[in-house]
């Protein structure tokens, strides 16, 4: 648990918002302009990382120009938030590339999910910083973000005030297990990011956290495993609750041989587990997504509803 938790300043029409892509590259330049053209429609300056169309393989250029990108955003003081084009695979590799200390001088608005977790975690861990782990440039904002995702997170990095209760869409089914009343920080996001980190300089503590979790494209055994790995842990045995998001495309690898479904697996967690548990909430790797605050404090309810305490913005 970081000494004190740091807010940025909320983003106001005219400011200035910085595209970073500090693990995978977008797929195409097309994305970058779209993006730009929808935040500049919106009314805010944006202002493109040098490298955000770098290339090294499944890289989006070398980890000291994708780390260098971030902390030039950061440094700079016009730039109020700074919004990841996509997710991929990269953000752990330059973790102690990161100017931490820039970031405590000039917080500012960071946004990202899938592999942003990492930078996220750390930020928290680091500098007590408020993260969003919410739509991505190049993978929302490019082409029709879905209203519900785009409604809740500019309400929720525009508004000095607490968000609130956080109301699933109709279409969604959040189910509650061991329901109990509980407060925590949200803590998490995507699974096989934060096991990547664990137990290094980077990863919180996640003591009475509401742990967050959600994964993509992993096979059912995978997630056991990772899963597995918090029990062993003993991460699941200090948290307040844990907060399950959707796991999507989570499939057996060879269908041909014997398996479990990534639904049984979750099932399996949900039985060992002792404490609050919140599940398919509207969250992950869908198009109709919340923006969750890493790092607020948050209050769980027995009847599933999920409650977020204070403003993460100043």
């Known amino acids: 648990m970081p000494r004190s938790i740091l807010k940025p300043p909320r983003l106001r029409?005219?400011?200035?918002?910085?595209?970073?892509s500090p693990a995978s590259p977008p797929s195409s330049g097309e994305k970058i302009e779209k993006?730009?053209?929808?935040?500049?429609?919106?009314?805010?300056?944006?202002?493109?990382?040098?490298?955000?169309?770098?290339?090294d393989g499944y890289l989006a250029g070398s980890d000291q120009h994708r780390a260098d990108d971030f902390n030039e955003m950061v440094r700079d003081k016009t730039v109020r938030a700074i919004i990841a084009v996509r997710g991929g695979y990269g953000t752990p590799r330059i973790l102690r590339l990161i100017?931490?200390?820039?970031?405590?001088?000039?917080?500012?608005?960071i946004v990202g999910y899938s592999d942003l977790t990492a930078l996220q975690l750390a930020l928290y861990r680091k500098t007590g910083l408020i993260t969003f782990s919410g739509p991505m440039a190049g993978v929302e904002m490019w082409n029709s973000i879905d209203p519900y995702t785009e409604e809740h997170f500019w309400r929720i990095v525009t508004t000095a005030t607490a968000a609130g209760a956080l109301p699933p869409p109709p279409d969604s089914a959040p189910t509650m297990h061991h329901p109990?009343?509980?407060?925590?920080r949200i803590l998490g996001g995507n699974?096989?990011?934060?096991?990547?980190?664990?137990?290094?300089?980077?990863?919180?503590?996640y003591a009475k956290s509401l742990l967050l979790l959600e994964e993509v494209d992993e096979a059912p055994h995978r997630v056991d495993r990772m899963l597995t790995q918090l029990f062993n842990a003993g991460i699941f045995k200090s948290v307040a609750g844990v907060i399950f998001g959707h796991f999507i495309d989570c499939r057996p690898s060879d269908p041909s041989k014997p398996f479990l479904t990534i639904d049984q697996v979750l099932a399996d967690a949900i039985a060992r587990l002792s404490v609050p548990i919140l599940a398919n909430l509207q969250y992950g790797h869908i198009a109709k997504k919340l923006t969750l605050p890493i790092g607020a404090r948050a209050r769980l309810f027995s009847d599933g509803r999920l409650?977020?305490?204070?403003s993460a913005v100043k």
């Open 13 to 20: 029409k005219g400011d200035t918002i910085g595209l970073i």
């Open 35 to 55: 993006s730009v053209r929808y935040l500049e429609q919106l009314g805010y300056r944006v202002r493109v990382g040098a490298h955000v169309m770098d290339q």
């Open 99 to 109: 100017d931490y200390s820039a970031v405590k001088r000039n917080p500012k608005i």
């Open 180 to 184: 109990s009343t509980i407060l925590g």
């Open 191 to 205: 699974l096989s990011l934060l096991i990547s980190i664990l137990s290094t300089p980077y990863s919180p503590s």
């Open 307 to 310: 409650e977020v305490l204070e």
